[in-house]
């Protein structure tokens, strides 16, 4: 159990952390108490905690500076700061100190229970980081481990041929766990691009390994240990003998399991794809393009975690740039552009959207290379526009720039909606809105933070909620709710540049939930509340 330390001089409050939460539950021990800094300090000695919670202001010594005199001398710990003052130095002498984190008082038990939980989770995944490290510096078979991925590869890419010699005799010489007795079939995983400072693993090769050592834990049970894992350009491949009762059903229990390891070690989230099994090792390059093509279904499902081949899946050999029904909506909507009907573009651009996504099943990079046309249509129209000059704001640029290589179908959807919506607006900047309009913009601009509505503004204009819809799509371009998720984003803006938590500003801004709070943040603006955050810190 890891073991947690309460310095608190006030005894209620020290004992109502103690006893109002049930510690055991959580395999976290409460190994000491003390009532201030020098008594803590004495007992680091002989308790070693792993977590300590510490009040700032105590007698006969405060609590950051009982943190920094352990840590001057050598004891390593996760430090959380409670305390009723609402104090910046305080707040900057506790990042100096690297304090995990900050809670003010009063403090709720479950917010004091999940500060602590966190950082047990931090020292559990350092832990295990370790463990990865030092099975990587102690790993022997080096050379054996490079010959086999590079001739994996091969197998993957190419089909058997004389210049790569006989497989069945290269797998015992290169002590390869399959064989070639049973059906083989590969797997693959793609592991979502994260910013670089939220990796947990800095260095990219103990992250390869500790990818391939959670793929080899998690599926070797099912495959009876007859399993390769290797790294393949960017992503994570594994080949592995099947038995006969395989069947995807069962397979996926395991699948579960991985994305969740993933998720729990590395905060990872990933994607799988895996083909259909082969008779002979001779064809696992064919396994090897299967998985590769169902692993684009997530571009349209991204709520699925693992894609398994079906026949009827197989590339679709019709071209995007042959499609009628597509050009011509494309048509429609650049003379709805150009005719300034703009709550008509939008329509068409949300028919283009749903033709693409329930109709046909083309490649992400082809649906991807479409939208980035359709941007540069728009950005011509704006260029001929001499009555309108429009700056391009940085965040713009950087959606359009990060178009190409959009992931997924909504994230592409959501980012070329928000381009034509921004466009739009500052097209319509100068034309006279509709009163009613005005006044649910006033409603909005004064109560944002509260539990705002369609059908309550609505009342409150003295019109019908489908009424009050379609007037804010023609004349804002933009649906009700989209505006006042918009707003609500504009003003989360401002108040995180002013340090508050991410879910204090969920809060204040009428999200209840800080999910979904940070998902329609991103959704707007790109990046995460932290993310942004971050960037004005050092923009400052």
Not at 81 to 100: M, P, Q, W
Request: net charge negative; glycine share 2%; aromatic share 12%.
């Amino acid at each position: 159990m890891l073991k947690l330390m309460v310095v608190e001089d006030e005894k209620t409050i020290r004992e109502g952390i103690i006893s109002t939460i049930d510690w055991d539950v959580h395999n976290i021990k409460i190994s000491a108490e003390a009532s201030n800094g020098e008594e803590a300090l004495n007992l680091m000695e002989s308790i070693k905690p792993d977590i300590i919670l510490t009040d700032i202001q105590m007698p006969k010594m405060s609590g950051l500076t009982f943190i920094e005199l352990a840590k001057e001398n050598g004891f390593s710990f996760e430090a959380i700061i409670l305390t009723g003052y609402e104090d910046f130095n305080y707040a900057k002498h506790s990042i100096l100190l690297n304090v995990f984190d900050y809670i003010l008082k009063p403090a709720q038990p479950t917010e004091i229970l999940n500060a602590v939980l966190k950082a047990k989770q931090k020292l559990e995944q350092k832990k295990w980081m370790d463990e990865q490290l030092n099975l990587l510096e102690h790993y022997t078979d080096k050379s054996i481990c490079l010959d086999k991925v590079e001739t994996l590869t091969k197998w993957f890419h190419f089909q058997e041929g004389s210049q790569f010699g006989n497989r069945v005799e290269i797998i015992p010489k290169l002590k390869m766990k399959i064989n070639n007795n049973q059906p083989l079939h590969v797997g693959m995983v793609w592991l979502t691009p994260q910013q670089k400072d939220q990796y947990i693993i800095d260095d990219y090769e103990l992250l390869k390994f500790t990818c391939m050592n959670i793929a080899a834990e998690t599926l070797s049970a099912y495959y009876n240990n007859k399993l390769e894992v290797i790294f393949d350009q960017n992503a994570l491949v594994w080949v592995g003998n099947i038995n006969d009762s395989h069947h995807p059903n069962k397979l996926k229990k395991f699948l579960d399991q991985l994305v969740e390891n993933f998720q729990i070690y590395l905060k990872l989230p990933i994607y799988i794809g895996v083909g259909d099994p082969k008779e002979s090792i001779t064809e696992i390059h064919k396994s090897y393009l299967e998985a590769q093509h169902v692993l684009d279904e997530q571009y349209y499902h991204q709520e699925n975690n693992f894609f398994f081949h079906k026949k009827e899946n197989d590339p679709v050999e019709k071209q995007i740039l042959h499609d009628k029904e597509l050009a011509i909506l494309e048509d429609e909507i650049i003379s709805h552009m150009y005719n300034k009907q703009y709550d008509s573009a939008l329509d068409k651009l949300e028919s283009w959207l749903s033709y693409l996504e329930e109709k046909t099943f083309y490649h992400k990079e082809q649906v991807n290379l479409k939208a980035f046309t359709l941007i540069v249509e728009m950005q011509k129209f704006v260029q001929g526009n001499t009555l309108t000059k429009i700056e391009w704001e940085v965040d713009l640029i950087n959606w359009i720039e990060q178009m190409p290589s959009m992931r997924t179908f909504d994230d592409m959807s959501s980012i070329l909606k928000k381009i034509f919506q921004n466009v739009f607006d500052i097209l319509t900047a100068e034309k006279s809105i509709h009163r009613t309009v005005q006044r649910a913009q006033t409603i909005i601009e004064e109560r944002y933070n509260g539990n705002l509505s369609l059908e309550s503004v609505a009342n409150e204009v003295f019109v019908s909620s489908a009424y009050l819809s379609s007037l804010f799509k023609q004349e804002l371009g933009v649906n009700f709710l989209d505006y006042l998720h918009q707003y609500r984003i504009s003003q989360a803006k401002v108040l995180l540049t002013k340090n508050y938590k991410v879910y204090e500003v969920a809060n204040k801004i009428g999200y209840n939930d800080e999910r979904h709070f940070s998902s329609t943040f991103k959704k707007w603006t790109g990046i995460t509340p932290s993310q942004f955050q971050k960037k004005t810190k050092i923009a400052k």
